[in-house]
Nanobody
Framework: VQLQASGGGLVEAGESLKLSCTASGNIVRGNHMAWHRQLPGQERQLVAR???????DYADFVKGRFTISRDNGKNTVYLRTNSLKPEDTAVYYC??????????????????WGQGTQVTVSS
């Protein structure tokens, strides 16, 4: 299983980006998918998740601004990021966890990871 993240870039505060995560195998359907982010020297943190049954959760710092979604037919998970702030600057990673496990907020429970895509927000 390989996850390929894309869509990052350099934007100004208040602008938007749509991140995509495409899987090589049939990992998106029926499994828990999530986006995490990591700042230099800091621990990876969950940004948003969508469970195998379609429930979504968001970190408090992105609620109301980010939206996670999935397209099982395209084996792709998306993260729509609106109203970006400079503090959203980070490397964003997509990850997967098998659906027969319980959903989790802990990044260490996710087994499959993409390579990350850099999001930089200027003030």
């Amino acid at each position: 299983v390989q996850l390929q993240a894309s869509g990052g870039g350099l934007v100004e505060a208040g602008e938007s980006l749509k991140l995509s995560c495409t899987a090589s195998g049939n990992i998106v359907r029926g499994n828990h998918m999530a986006w995490h982010r990591q700042l230099p020297g800091q621990e990876r943190q969950l940004v948003a998740r969508i469970t195998s049954f379609g429930a979504t959760d968001y970190a408090d710092f992105v609620k109301g601004r980010f939206t996670i979604s999935r397209d099982n037919g395209k084996n792709t998970v998306y993260l729509r990021t609106n109203s970006l702030k400079p503090e959203d600057t980070a490397v964003y990673y997509c990850a997967a966890r098998r659906g027969y496990y319980r959903p989790t907020y802990d990044y260490r429970d996710y087994v499959y990871w993409g390579q990350g895509t850099q999001v930089t927000v200027s003030s």
